[in-house]
């Protein structure tokens, strides 16, 4: 029994994931890494879909809302919509597995992806605009990702110009769209929804975000049918990425917040994005400029 132990006790010494990292999350440092800052929906949508193409083992994908007729690339190309690049990936034998906040219909979706919903509303009473999981990120291959505020549906692809083509050419867009505020007054920012694509060990690290979600999930859901339980990826080898020509310049680290209630460790809540959030407002020097869509400060003291 000993030689068991010993070697176990040893690996989880020596293990990324069971030390102490930076912020307090559960993935370290990466260093040499290929990032890109991908901003508005069509920049985006076309990586995501250059990247799907390029599938061979499996697609793991965490929605607030998806939309299978979504094209990912414009004027309308049949065989760049979602459900469409998910089906050919499918039949190829790529594992396609999908979480959810809102509901998608199976019949637009390819009948080997596994899909689950997160929460089960139905089941325990919560209203949808409460516990809703906001996180947007696709894993390809476990060596390219994606992640940051762009759901794969409809009403996010754009671009940097923000072209209104929809409105008919007669109609008074401040008869259709009455503004709130009146803009002689009050200013309003520009808004552009922003996206990240790693390449390398960052994806692993999301891909094991994703398997730490999904497991809970199985073990806490009610199945219609046979769901796989899912393995971690293993760690990149030295100079594998190297060889293949994908290291870059960045020094990155995947942060989150999870707990009980979303990966089901009762003994450890990880708030690592809170905490890196905090050391860079204290490390500010001239401004701190805050874009996100929902953000609940501490109302037990004067702010």
């Not at 499996?58 to 690049?85: A, N, V």
Request: glycine fraction near 4%; proline fraction near 6%; charge should be positive.
């Amino acid at each position: 029994m000993l030689q068991w132990i010993a070697p176990l006790e040893k690996v989880a010494r020596e293990c990324h994931w069971t030390g102490q990292n930076r912020f307090g999350s559960f993935a370290p440092i990466r260093l040499n890494v290929a990032a890109q800052w991908l901003v508005d929906g069509r920049n985006y949508f076309w990586n995501l879909s250059r990247a799907i193409l390029l599938a061979r083992e499996c697609i793991c994908t965490h929605d607030w809302w998806l939309s299978p007729e979504l094209h990912l690339r414009r004027l309308k190309q049949e065989k760049y919509r979602l459900d469409h690049l998910l089906e050919r990936k499918a039949k190829e034998g790529a594992k396609i597995h999908i979480i959810l906040y809102l509901e998608v219909s199976s019949r637009t979706t390819p009948t080997d992806s596994k899909i689950y919903r997160s929460p089960s509303h139905f089941q325990t009473g919560t209203f949808y605009w409460a516990h809703a999981k906001h996180e947007k990120s696709c894993a390809v291959d476990r060596a390219i990702a994606f992640m940051g505020g762009l759901d794969h549906c409809f009403g996010r692809w754009d671009t940097p110009q923000h072209v209104l083509v929809d409105d008919p050419d007669d109609a008074s867009g401040a008869q259709i769209w009455p503004d709130m505020y009146d803009r002689t007054k009050v200013p309003r920012m520009p808004w552009h929804d922003v996206s990240m694509q790693v390449v390398g060990q960052p994806a692993r690290d999301l891909a094991r975000h994703f398997v730490q979600r999904w497991n809970y999930m199985l073990r806490i859901k009610n199945h219609t049918r046979t769901m796989p339980f899912l393995l971690p990826p293993p760690e990149f080898k030295r100079n594998e990425l190297a060889d293949m020509g994908l290291t870059g310049t960045c020094e990155l680290q995947i942060c989150r917040s999870a707990g009980l209630w979303s990966i089901g460790t009762p003994e450890r809540i990880e708030y690592s994005i809170q905490n890196a959030y905090l050391k860079v407002i204290q490390m500010s020097e001239h401004f701190v400029y805050i874009e996100i869509l929902k953000l609940l400060p501490s109302f037990a003291a004067r702010t």
